[in-house]
């Protein structure tokens, strides 16, 4: 019955197929393929978050923490998502100043179900934008895990999208002023990686150690769980840095394929350097590079060529260790999970490096007219400074505000017991 | 009567509890503990932070046998937990007073 129908339909479908470049060619026509792939990108996305990250962060605290940094990053993607249709969305993507957007898509007005962003619906757009406006927010979390309120943390994370990510997203993405000057960031070294990276950094400072350390044992509950959960961020980075293309076509294709490479390049530097200065080599090492790796490739997915991911993934691998095993203890502070260590400096060698991959005779796709490699490198370092300069400050603001007015910290007593029981009367283990 | 109390390498439960049986060994019981002797502990490194730990998992074995039975279950306890490695464990021997078989009420010697 098919078999017949097809045959009847041929014709048509030829007719259809013969007519299609057409179609394709005009602005604003939706891709069905572009559009298959963006709902699939989006969904890889959502779950780096959840349960990925989720994983990674709650193997790598004590037991009695594991359950609190679940729930923060799950209750991060529910915030996210409130705010996102509420007033996010429209303040990172509608046109505005060069600074921020307006409000004028507030409340996800104007986009139906027939609205487009390209060749994709909007609403699988916004939705998209949505995962990652999540993760950044929950990388953040590794920096202060193990010590933080909940609801300074909710408080934190509200305000902190809406007058951090959500302006240096407009910059970068939202047709801000980092954009126009020629900036190049795939899927998000700045915006995503080194904007994380650095509010981590900060609220550590301000913040402080966890009490004990770092002269007690704060061994990981379950690097088990860590593997798995660094492994599904693996698998989730393709939808971040494919994705990021909008449109399943060669250069998603590539970006994918840099990515495999980049991630596990860094993984194999990280083993090997600590094999070398330790004497073995460890899981947590292993995926830590693995980390590093997908975080350095991600803004400059879809510039450079399998061997630029190489050399990024190689340059990441090795820089990261060096900032958590040595930076982190020669300084003192308590980045406790090393989201500035591993996204903050992993974001900002892989922004440098695009800049200098994307030269075609590296194997990227060319530097733009006119614009010679030390300038494009130069573009690259203007958007890091300005990220960490402008997220650094805002963040140390809201942090220091939130500090005074209802607290950052829970009790000492409350630390040595554990957040899952004091925050939550829930235990993550039960056995 | 006696009270043996080893404490063994984990993995060498199951060839001691074998043992223990073919000496004529009718139960024990056993505990997962912690502890170190003259091995010491060990060091666990993450993400370059180095931790000493100094109680290693070990296996303690309980066992009251009656007092003709002490020399062969300590030679077969010995004989199966030894590696020849450092921790190997300990073999603790000491007086019992006196043992009550619960569903019985049977004591002393009937009651092992």
């Known amino acids: 019955m098919s078999n017949f129908l097809f045959k009847a339909c041929s014709p048509i479908i030829l007719l259809l197929a013969a007519i299609m470049p057409g179609i394709a060619g005009a602005q604003d026509a939706l891709d069905s393929g572009d559009t298959a792939w963006m709902l699939t990108s989006t969904a890889l996305v959502l779950f780096m978050t959840i349960p990925g990250l989720s994983l990674f962060y709650a193997g790598m605290v004590r037991a009695k923490n594991a359950l609190s940094v679940m729930m923060q990053c799950f209750t991060i993607c529910c915030l996210m998502t409130v705010l996102w249709v509420l007033y996010l969305y429209s303040l990172a993507f509608s046109d505005g100043s060069a600074f921020i957007g307006d409000l004028s898509m507030a409340f996800m007005s104007g986009v139906g179900v027939d609205s487009l962003s390209g060749t994709i619906p909007e609403s699988v757009f916004s939705m998209f934008q949505l995962t990652f406006a999540i993760i950044t927010p929950a990388l953040i979390v590794g920096a202060f895990a193990e010590r933080m309120k909940f609801s300074a943390m909710l408080w934190f994370m509200a305000i902190w999208v809406s007058v951090v990510y959500a302006p240096i997203c407009h910059w970068v993405w939202g047709g801000g002023w980092l954009g126009e000057m020629g900036v190049l960031d795939f899927a998000g070294g700045t915006v995503v990686h080194i904007n994380a990276g650095i509010a981590g950094l900060v609220a550590a400072i301000v913040m402080g150690k966890r009490r004990g350390y770092p002269e007690s044992p704060m061994k990981p509950s379950n690097l088990v769980l860590t593997m798995v959960g660094a492994a599904m961020l693996w698998v989730g980075w393709f939808g971040f840095n494919a994705g990021s293309e909008l449109a399943a076509d060669g250069v998603a294709g590539m970006a994918m394929a840099v990515t495999q490479v980049a991630t596990a390049a860094g993984a194999l530097t990280w083993m090997f350097a600590e094999w070398k200065s330790h004497g073995k080599p460890s899981a947590l090492g292993l995926v830590s590079g693995a980390v590093a790796g997908l975080v350095a490739i991600t803004p400059a997915s879809g510039f450079v060529g399998p061997m630029g991911a190489l050399a990024i993934g190689f340059a990441s691998g090795f820089g990261c260790y060096i900032s958590v095993v040595k930076i982190k203890r020669t300084f003192g502070y308590d980045d406790s999970l090393d989201a500035f260590g591993v996204h903050g400096i992993g974001g900002i060698i892989g922004a440098v490096l695009t800049g200098v991959f994307v030269d075609a005779g590296l194997g990227g796709a060319g530097l733009a007219d006119g614009v010679s490699m030390a300038a494009q490198v130069g573009k690259q370092f203007v958007g890091i400074v300005a990220t960490i300069v402008y997220c650094g400050i805002v963040s140390f603001i809201i942090l220091k505000v939130l500090d005074n007015v209802i607290g950052l910290r829970v009790s000492e007593q409350d630390e040595q017991e554990g957040l899952d029981l004091v925050l939550h009367d829930e235990q993550g283990y039960n056995m | ?112």
């Open chain 2, 1 to 112: 009567m006696k009270l043996i109390t080893a404490v063994i390498k984990p993995f060498k439960l199951e060839e001691v509890r074998e043992a223990l049986a073919e000496a004529g060994v009718q139960g024990m019981t056993v505990t997962e503990v912690k502890g170190f002797g003259r091995q010491k502990g060990h060091t666990e490194l993450y993400r370059g932070a180095e931790y000493s730990v100094d109680f290693i998992p070990k296996t303690k074995l309980e066992a009251a046998v009656s007092d003709e039975l002490v020399e062969v279950a300590v030679e077969a306890i010995v004989s199966s937990a030894a590696t020849g490695s450092i921790g190997d464990g300990k073999v603790f021997i000491s007086d019992l007073g006196q043992v009550t078989r619960i569903r019985t009420g049977e004591t002393g010697d009937q009651a092992l």
